[in-house]
């Protein structure tokens, strides 16, 4: 029987990684995912997972003991945040391109400076193209879900790339919340056993993990192979998240349309403030505003095509960034959102709004705001500002 | 597993091994490094106590040995890093230009 329990997001992430019981976790701890780790070295430590938990130095120990590991041929997880994974960076690109189904949480932190400790999605967003498989949750059920899920999804012999879990940092990581949980025994059924393509440590069968390729010359090939491999994670993360649904009763896709059918109003955002938007949304529709909100889960790979179908039949489109590309023409999300949209037959406004840098609140209020931007640019068919900022003092 | 990469140059981006994991080990002998050389170990060998310590140091195990003797240099593999001529106690190797 499902628990329900009250858990911080963290906590409920650590549950999830007692209930997957990696062979190898390797991680360092950095507010505010430092919980998860402090929470999973306990059950380490009382000997509930079977887990090698590898205590190292820095964050960039932390991605190469997992590559290690993952090439060892050992089940891998880790967790991190901001800082942490900017150190990682280059290690990053390493685990996929070896392809190894290392799955992280990356507790979504802004990054330096001036040092701040609270929520955007700058951190994430500059690893956005090391290789990894981007998923972004909204609530502590949805970190929990998708943790179980992305274990699935990277050890999926058409993936086999690493995936990395994003969700907001004290916003989901440290706030307690109402969830589910699965009995141990059907998350031990959904993840399966491992079976790893390579084993360094199969003597009978030897391999050459990373060999140089500087002389030869088959790195674009290989680039090219592991964009196919991330391209083609798409029908296997919406499969997954069926599946899931099937054992769990939360179904997952590649985004959530929440009243989107007949909207004409829509505003596509990540993470926590999905929740609020949805909030606002239910309330602009009981005064008669055909408002909806296209939930973002699936970052990397980006399901370009899908959402530019969900979103065809809108009349105005803000897109919501937690993140900002100083000199680039909007953020990340709207870079996205635009340019899946331009292929579409009917030109629909797309506006930008950068909001919650640093972990500035975003009241209701403030999404209000943005729709009844919206409206005007539906009614006047003219964009007055394509990248705007939500409560940002000026 | 085998492993034959006469045809690699021709291979397309579905050829080549997920994550470019080579299915075999020991494979470092097919891969040539001596055009990296600037500068070529000479072997004298009327010097030569065959003491194996430039075998010994030899990063790139290019010192050919064979019962306890010291047969040459593997050209194929030697990087030129000359950490043999400066090993060697009797002064038997030396560094040259590599011949272009
Ligand atoms: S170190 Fe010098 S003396 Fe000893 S085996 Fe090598 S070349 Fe000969
Ligand atoms: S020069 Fe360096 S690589 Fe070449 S044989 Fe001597 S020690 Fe080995």
Redesign the interface.
Known sequence: MPKTVALTGNSACAQAMRQINPDVVAAYPITPQTTIVEEFSTFVAKGLVDTEYVTVESEHSAMSACVGASAAGSRVMTTTSSQGLALMWEVLYIAS????PIVMHNVNRTLSGPINIHCDHQDSMGARDSGWIQIFCEDAQEAYDTTIQAIRIAEDNRV?LPVMICFDGFIISHAIDRLDLLDDEVVKKFVGDFEP??SLLDTE?????????GL?G?FF??R??QE?ATLGSLPVIAEVGKEFGEVSGRHYGLFEPYKLEDAELAVVVMGSTAGTAKFVVDQLRENGVAAGVLKIRSYRPFPAREIAEALSGVKAIAAMDRSLAPGAIGAPVFQEIRSALYDNSARVPVIDYIYGLGGRDVPPAHIEKVFSHLAQIAKSGKIDQVVNYLGLKE | MSWDIKSIKKWKVADHPVGSTIPVGGNALEYKTGGWRSEQPHWLEDRCTHCMICWIFCPDSSIQVKDGKMLGIDYDHCKGCGICATECPKDAIHMEEEEK
């Open positions: 391109a070896l392809r190894l086999r393509l390579i069968k030897p391999v050459t993990v990373g060999p140089f390729d030869y088959y090939e290989f090219r192979a196919l």
